[in-house]
């Protein structure tokens, strides 16, 4: 062998066992590109010809085995033949080791995704560390493509067709202790142990646990994976439109048509890759990857040393901040709206968060009382959706503490908070301590300039209230809807409205009419007097029971669909511009990205600005 390579290390024991260490040069973590899948593979092909007792690929990096592929590369997949030849590269160096006439063996410790996993398939076992880093899985599906590297065949042959489908068609990443359940590694240790285990393994060469016979059989014959890939088809159809995401359609149907030919399999595989490469939607999707990472880096989960958050507030969002932050480690305590009530908590706590009423004299008194008695340093934290910081902070006497953090609702299934700060006066230090906190728990961070309404809400509101205007003028609201959904976003207008409130809604229209040109329809007024306030009510834009939508009467209506988009996002688009304009975001890119993470808007688009269908 060659006395070194670029990005491996090489060496072997006294056991004759060969240890190939990936270390990918200039990276933090492991990526794949044709430069290391060719010392992989100058790798292989020498230990097929000296024949060691085994083989164990490790990784270099702390931060994990292998992150999959370097996405900074996608632009270079200008073309389907770049992108095919790409993947029959991967596809061979994996075939490579997975036809090494001796065990072979992938010690995981941190990530092991895409492509990274799918070389560790072509391995003979795999050795996970359960420390809370290690995550597993095939995400090419988020990226708009799926496994290409014969991640879609082996994935089967080991998990079975069900097990394997799930982890492709979600692109969840699941821990080690989930891995081991399902027979994705052969062992999860403790992160001491997983050297011995790794090379106790492979000196054991333990027999090859396949999936039962019947899921063997299942994937052999073609009517067998039709009636599945139809059951799979149907239910990934009910959050997924094909129209929007292709790529996981297309891995049922390279399977439905191949699975029980592997080699033909392998060849469907890579050209069906390569096609969803250039496709819009796959770049679209890797451009909002690149935004999660750049709201990630915003914040370091390292330097927050926070451990006691007491919050103010115990309705539907101050219980809901509770519950995530215990669910992320932390000592949590909450109490209702008190101002002029003295809570011990607040003495000890190291942050604060205020989800009270949207009122801005309440707001205003509740902090004076709590700057009062809370410790110095303690981070006094409002998730105020539409009121400027600077106005709840007025009373203060170090108005620069009080910052904005609006946890986007709903919590649980939004990953966006808004970090508002009033930019005539603030602390860049206490800023960044909040980025740190947002980071530590596991939220994706967004700083801007305080303003009525922050970004999120700001955008949002135009969008909402020009639904309700469409009904007022007599489209039912079910076809408002049902375009918006056809779009992408998550929501129609009316659902929206119906799942905030009315009153909300309007009170939130109210305040943001005050310091702009939007106009509150008059509908809304009416509804609300009239005691319809949404889902909360039994009753809005639509009727409900057990908050669930009571069936109507077929909607009907014979206008233009496509004119009815352009007409309900036409008013977002622009208050879109007119927050760059006023610089409340630093760039587009972060008003992209606090559309969608925190306002659903479909990603597979983008952007809200550069869409041409808006």
Same mark, same amino acid.
Request: hydrophobic residues 45%.
């Given at each position: ?146 496994? @290409? ?16 489908? =799930? ?54 014959? #073609? ?75 915003? @914040? ?17 969002? @101050?219980? /809901? ?53 809370? =410790? ?80 999120? #809400? ?22 408002? /809807? ?18 905030? @409130? ?8 109210? #305040?943001?009419?005050? =310091? ?31 908050? %669930? ?17 352009? %007409? ?23 008003? /992209? ?22």
């Amino acid at each position: 062998m060659p006395t070194s390579y670029r990005h491996l290390h090489l060496a072997t024991d006294s056991h004759q066992v060969l240890w190939v260490t990936l270390e990918v040069q200039g990276e933090v973590s492991n990526l794949l590109t044709s430069d290391v899948l060719d010392e992989l593979q100058h790798v292989a092909n020498v230990a097929r010809a000296q024949r060691p007792r085994g083989l164990i690929l490790s990784s270099g990096k702390p931060s994990g085995f292998i992150a999959g592929i370097d996405l900074k590369r996608f632009s270079e997949f200008n073309t389907s033949a770049a992108a095919l030849a790409f993947s029959t590269q991967g596809q061979r160096v994996c075939q490579l080791f997975a036809d090494l006439p001796f065990p072979t063996l992938a010690l995981i410790d941190g990530f092991c995704v895409g492509g990274g996993l799918e070389l560790a398939l072509a391995l003979k076992y795999r050795v996970a560390s359960n420390r809370p880093a290690t995550r597993l899985g095939l995400p090419e599906v988020k990226l708009g493509i799926h496994p @290409g590297f014969g991640g879609s065949v082996r994935s089967v042959a080991t998990l079975g067709i069900f097990k394997a489908m =799930k982890l492709m068609l979600s692109g969840e990443l699941i821990s080690a202790a989930q891995a081991r359940a399902i027979g994705l590694v052969d062992a999860c240790v403790d992160p001491e142990q997983l050297r011995d285990t790794s090379l106790h393994t492979l000196l054991k060469a333990p027999r090859y646990r396949r999936p039962p016979w019947y899921l063997r059989i299942l994937n052999v014959f #073609t009517p067998a994976r039709q009636l599945i890939g139809l059951k799979l088809r149907h239910d990934l159809a009910q959050h997924t439109p094909e129209a929007h995401y292709p790529a996981p359609y297309a891995l049922l149907q390279l399977w439905e048509t191949h699975g029980g030919n592997r080699n033909a399999m392998f060849a469907a595989e890579a050209a069906s890759v390569a096609a969803l490469v250039t496709s819009p939607t796959a770049q679209q999707l890797v451009r909002v990857f690149f935004l999660q990472n750049r709201l990630k880096a915003l @914040g370091n989960p390292a330097n927050c040393s926070a451990q006691h958050v007491h919050i103010v507030g115990a309705g539907t969002m @101050g219980s /809901d901040i509770a519950a995530w932050c215990t669910q992320r480690g932390l000592q949590v305590s909450v109490q209702n709206h008190t101002a002029d009530t003295h809570d011990a908590n607040i003495a000890t706590a190291d942050v604060i968060i205020e989800a009270i009423t949207e009122n801005r004299a309440a707001k205003q008194q509740l902090f004076i009382a709590l700057e009062r008695q809370a =410790k110095p340093d303690a981070l006094l934290l409002s998730n105020t959706s539409s009121i400027p910081i600077e106005d709840i902070a007025s009373g203060l006497r170090e108005p620069q503490r009080l910052l904005g953090l609006h946890f986007c609702s709903p919590l649980f299934n939004m990953p966006l908070v808004e970090i508002a700060y009033d930019a005539h006066a603030y602390d860049h230090s206490l800023l960044l301590r909040v980025l740190a906190f947002a980071r530590r728990l596991d939220k994706l961070p967004l700083p801007l300039q305080s303003s009525p309404g922050f970004l999120v #809400t700001r955008l949002l509101m135009p969008y909402l209230l020009e639904g309700i205007r469409l009904q007022q003028q007599g489209i039912p609201a079910a076809i408002i /809807d049902q375009a918006a959904r056809d779009f992408g976003m998550q929501l129609g207008p009316l659902e929206l409205a119906d799942t905030i @409130g009315l009153d909300v809604c309007q009170h939130i229209g109210d #305040t943001l009419a005050r =310091k702009s040109q939007l106009d509150v329809p008059l509908t809304l007024y009416h509804k609300v007097k009239a005691g319809k306030l949404g889902k909360k009510s039994g009753e809005g834009f639509y009727r409900y029971r057990n908050g %669930k939508i009571l069936q109507t009467e077929r909607a009907t209506w014979n206008g233009n669909l496509a004119l009815l988009q352009s %007409k309900l996002l036409a008013p977002l688009r622009q208050e879109a511009r007119e927050c760059l304009v006023q610089k409340i975001v630093e760039d587009a890119d972060l008003l /992209d990205a606090a559309m969608i993470f925190g306002a659903g808007f479909p990603a597979f688009r983008g952007s809200i600005l550069h869409d041409p269908q808006v």
